[in-house]
């Protein structure tokens, strides 16, 4: 019987459900990896409020979506499909992140449950894009299947996602807010174009000229205002919102928030503009 049922999921073109799951498995705790070796996030569970941890998962969870419809072997996902596939991820990536911090001994005996409960879930964040990327694979041929404004959607959604990953990263951490302390205004206004100028580099680098029928300055203009420049605007407002997130606007000037916010839009940014080469 086990036989039949995987040669009917090879027939199909879906891989068995052990070696899917082993799959996203694999690939929550190599996006998840980084954050769970970093102390800030241990202690970021401890007193995150709920209300911001929802917020965190409801604005993961639409693009989340968004990626699982350009994912996978069928092309006849709908929207249920999509949604209990990011539901199974989270699911996956809870349980392997929980089996980690078990096994690293950060969540012991002693740790109260709504704290476990609370790293646990900060971690699952990640992992789950991990779970999704890790179990699937890109849909061949979305480009002749999508109209221009879908496509362009799902290229922002794209963007946000990469630009959420990167800053999930590394916006828990001190070193943001010291930097930050150690920058003048000028130093921030050197970071804002450095990171527009990376990001373009990685924006060209993901297009093909060739197909574009365009001169290289009309490419680059098009592609500037299209990607790149509204890729920064959604890095920054990600980073903001993260900076949220993890309490660093608590207590902390104007001036100083958004001097942090830049710091944290390079990774974000440089986040946003690669995922469209990678996812």
């Known amino acids: 019987m086990e036989q039949t049922s995987e040669s009917a999921a090879r027939r199909s073109g879906n891989p068995p459900v052990w070696i899917a799951v082993g799959r996203a498995s694999g690939g929550a705790i190599i996006f998840s990896l980084p954050m769970m070796m970093t102390m800030e996030m241990w202690w970021i569970g401890f007193y995150i409020e709920p209300f911001r941890l929802i917020a965190l998962i409801l604005l993961s969870l639409p693009l989340y979506i968004g990626i699982s419809s350009m994912i996978g072997f069928r092309e006849d996902k709908g929207l249920w499909d999509n949604v209990i596939d990011v539901l199974v991820a989270y699911a996956v990536a809870f349980c392997a992140s929980a089996a980690v911090l078990l096994v690293f001994r950060v969540i012991t005996s002693e740790t109260a449950l709504d704290e476990a409960f609370s790293m646990v879930l900060l971690q699952a964040v990640p992992g789950s894009l991990g779970a999704l990327l890790g179990r699937s694979q890109l849909s061949n041929g979305q480009d002749e299947q999508h109209g221009q404004d879908e496509k362009y959607a799902e290229e922002l959604i794209i963007l946000v996602t990469g630009s959420l990953f990167l800053a999930f990263n590394v916006a828990p951490t001190e070193e943001m807010v010291l930097i930050s302390y150690l920058m003048t205004p000028w130093h921030s206004l050197a970071l804002v174009l450095f990171t527009v100028l990376v990001m373009h580099m990685f924006t060209v680098g993901s297009e093909n000229f060739a197909k574009s029928g365009q001169g290289p300055w009309a490419a680059h203009r098009r592609l500037f205002v299209r990607f790149t420049a509204i890729g920064y605007v959604l890095a920054?407002?990600?980073?903001?919102?993260?900076?949220?997130?993890?309490?660093?606007?608590?207590?902390?000037?104007?001036?100083?928030f958004i001097s942090t916010a830049v710091v944290l839009s390079f990774p974000a940014g440089v986040g946003a503009a690669a995922s469209r080469l990678i996812i």
């Not at 920054?236 to 919102?241: A, G, M, N, T």
């Not at 660093?248 to 000037?253: K, T």
């Open 236 to 256: 920054f407002l990600v980073s903001v919102f993260m900076l949220w997130v993890f309490g660093r606007s608590d207590n902390d000037s104007m001036q100083n």
